[in-house]
């Protein structure tokens, strides 16, 4: 879907020029921010300033002669761009959203719009804090909590989130619900955790003026809207509360002290390269990272060994519905990428925290609210990681073993939206495969529940501690270049050939059903049938099996969205009804759940509408778009933080290569291991590196260090 962000780049030579995926600088932001004040003559309120990837034809025609080596200072190049997305402040305070294109060599707004009746922008990290400001000294706000009765020592924290799809009635003015929780201060202790003791209210408030219109009262019985607490009413609301801390200076247990040291070494230096803060090279691979406001990391230009494979691939969208029924609770639906955004809310990561071992960051470079530029540190972490075997065989005449080792390149961020974690990462391992992973952690978000009461609707994780029911569902968009452009789908299921005497009269036959994917549509997940998702370049064959080069991928087989498809909860996030969507490729269709999800009522421009324009996908310009996630009936044991739950997807060749292409992988030994309860050291092993020479063939098998025999024989080697 274009949009005045998104508007079509003209070509124009240039003599100094940065590569057009790549990241503005602090110069180029200072400018466009200047530009879009020198135009609108009014204050104004900055949110983002990025860099606008070019459309893809004049991309690809740019990448193509990169990689020919042929770029020159003649070359012609996709012009570059910054979309700015700014509120303009009236005389009077009131406000409006609007986005400006600029051409940042001529210096032009060459395009600029605001949206339309219903449609409401995302929310900023600075929006939020201004969101608590104004609480905390709106008088409404300040008579709720006296009413309250807090003990001596608490004070209120507040949680801003997302409306959720505004009821009847309420217009489309833009607004922010606001959950409460009460601080035990008395610790002296600012890390406290507050979602521990839960209030009954919810803050309603108009979002551009900041008032407060409202305060819900919340449900906290077992069932229908009872508002009172068995144990005395709404001012005795946390005396069944208990702390549930989690940094170690406050927990009531010493943290493990017999966990010892795991250290990721590699003293020669990573195996990756990174240039220009971008282009990554490692293992036959080569891509090139880009970052925006809202996908955070995004990957571009992937190929193999010189051969293409995706074009682009980013975390397009999740939506976290609860399934509390009870008003105010079924407004409780975020859209963390569309209502916040993935980049704006990119953790500053942490050197052996968050990454462990030879480890390469990006910056990505933000604005101030004054359109001044600012830079967030170590928000994506590149590194690698041992993966355990990547494969290994025995010779039982020989009795020899040779086992190669996985490694992995990751590409990681985490994201921070309230109480919630998200780590989300990208994979590439030894063997032509890509992974993409999610991890929620973090602290569920809580209501307020009564003394010795339980409800269907969540599970009690402390006293007065209710964890309600959701999901969580991501949606990855995958751009397809599988030895060109020009890609096909194809659906692969396993299935039983009937009984019969003519083709199976034993029963044990099976079929591999190939259904090609001529129309956009959607595709569920079908584990009984071992259903593939299949992405193919009907134009090439495998040299040695004849089919067409592809990579395949299993859809998850995770519940999809569970509110009934009638109501609002659902129809803003259709994408969230099936496991796999394939579109014909539009420009600047990035967004599973639409470009604006903050309180829509219905996806718009998103996986739903783009199927139904029920273009032709065979041989052309497909994306593929993977969703996935988990049901979140919480336990116990995610309180007071949840344990990550680990999500992955691999995408990996099928028929593209003609061999193993791990097969040059080295099977060297690591020289770090030792053994445990003996003298015995790997490194004083005569043949430490793994590898077999020539002669030493000639030998005995089951002599040699590195050769494993397989008849139960305790040895010194894994190899």
């Known amino acids: 879907m274009a949009t005045a962000c998104c508007s079509k780049g003209d070509l124009m030579p240039q003599v100094a020029f940065k590569h057009p995926l790549e990241q503005l600088s602090a110069d180029e932001v200072t400018l466009a921010s200047e530009i879009v004040l020198k135009e609108r003559q009014t204050p ?27 770029l020159s200072t003649d070359t012609l190049r996709p012009a570059r761009r910054a979309c700015v997305q700014y509120d303009v402040i009236n005389v009077d305070g009131s406000q409006y959203y609007m986005e400006s294109t600029i051409d940042l060599a001529t210096g032009k707004e060459i395009n600029n719009r605001r949206l339309t009746k219903g449609q409401q922008q995302s929310f900023t990290v600075d929006e939020f804090q201004a969101f608590i400001d104004a609480c905390i000294i709106s008088p409404m706000f300040q008579k709720a909590v006296k009413e309250l009765n807090l003990p001596e020592g608490f004070d209120v924290a507040i949680d801003p989130w997302p409306y959720g799809a505004p009821g ?6 833009r607004l922010t619900q606001l959950f ?26 108009d979002t551009d003026t900041k008032n407060i219109i409202r305060i819900d009262r919340l449900a906290t019985g077992d069932k229908g809207v009872g508002l009172l607490h068995e144990d005395g009413g709404y001012q005795k609301s946390i005396q069944h509360c208990k702390p549930a801390e989690y940094i170690p200076e406050l927990l009531d247990t010493p943290v493990r002290s017999d966990l010892k040291p795991l250290n990721v070494v590699q003293p020669e230096g990573p195996s990756f390269t990174i240039r220009n803060n971008s282009l990554v090279e490692w293992q036959k691979w080569r891509f090139r990272i880009s970052f925006t406001p809202r996908e955070c990391a995004v990957l571009h230009d992937i190929h193999y060994d010189g051969r293409s494979v995706l074009h682009r691939l980013s975390f397009s969208e999740m939506t976290v519905p609860y399934g509390d029924p009870r008003p105010p609770y079924h407004r409780k639906q975020a859209f963390d990428f569309g209502d916040a955004g993935a980049g704006r809310t990119a953790n500053n990561l942490g050197l052996g925290c968050d990454c462990l071992g030879a480890i390469k960051y990006i910056d990505a470079m933000m604005v101030t609210t004054k359109g001044k530029p600012s830079v967030a540190k170590n928000v994506v972490c590149i590194h690698e990681q041992d993966d355990g075997i990547l494969w290994k065989h025995t010779n039982l005449i020989t009795d020899r073993a040779v086992t190669v080792r996985n490694r992995k390149l990751t590409i990681q961020y985490i994201i921070t939206l309230g109480n919630y974690e998200y780590l989300f ?27 010795n009461t339980t409800t269907p609707y969540g599970n009690v994780v402390a006293p007065g501690v209710l964890a309600q029911n959701h999901q969580h569902i991501f949606a990855v968009r995958i751009d397809p270049a599988i030895d060109g452009h020009n890609n096909t789908v194809v659906i692969e299921d396993s299935l039983p050939i009937p009984m019969n005497p003519d083709n199976n009269p034993h029963g044990n036959g099976y079929e591999v059903r190939n259904t090609l ?55 803003r996030a259709r994408f969230a009804a099936h496991h796999v969507w394939v579109t014909k490729h539009v420009d600047y269709e990035f967004w599973a759940g639409g470009e604006f999800t903050n309180q829509s009522q219905v996806e718009q421009g998103g996986c ?9 996908v065979k041989d052309t310009d497909v994306v593929v778009w993977s969703v996935f996630g988990f049901t979140h009936n919480p336990r116990v044991e995610d309180w007071p933080v949840m344990p990550t739950e680990k999500h992955e997807v691999h995408l990996r060749p099928a028929d593209f290569f003609e061999a193993n292409p791990a097969l040059d992988v080295p099977s060297n030994r690591n020289l770090s291991s030792v053994l445990i309860g003996s ?35 305790t040895t010194l080697s894994d190899h």
């Open 425 to 451: 990462a990208y994979h590439f391992d030894l063997a032509g495969g890509i992974s993409y992973e999610t991890r929620p952690t973090g602290i569920m978000s809580p209501v307020s529940i009564d003394a």
């Open 608 to 616: 739903y509408d783009a199927a139904a324009r029920n273009d032709d």
């Open 517 to 571: 994917v001529t129309k956009s549509t959607h595709i569920d997940a079908s584990p009984f049938s071992n259903r593939v998702i299949k992405i193919l370049n009907l134009s090439k064959k495998n040299a040695i099996s004849g089919k067409s080069v592809g990579y395949k991928f299993a859809p998850p087989p995770s519940q999809l969205i569970v509110a009934d498809p009638q109501s609002i909860v659902a129809r």
């Open 679 to 713: 003298e015995f050291d790997v490194k004083d092993a005569s043949h430490a590196n793994g590898h077999v020479s020539e002669e030493e063939g000639v030998r005995a098998a089951p002599e040699r260090i590195g050769v494993v025999p397989v008849r139960g024989h």
């Open 44 to 70: 104004i309120v900055f949110a983002n300033i990025y860099n606008i990837e070019p459309p893809k034809s004049q991309l690809i025609e740019f990448l193509e002669a990169e990689h020919a080596e042929t």
């Open 168 to 173: 009847l009635g309420e217009g489309s003015r």
């Open 180 to 205: 409460c929780f009460a601080r035990d201060m008395k610790k002296g202790n600012d890390d406290v955790n507050h979602y521990a003791y839960p209030l009954p209210m919810c803050l309603v408030m």
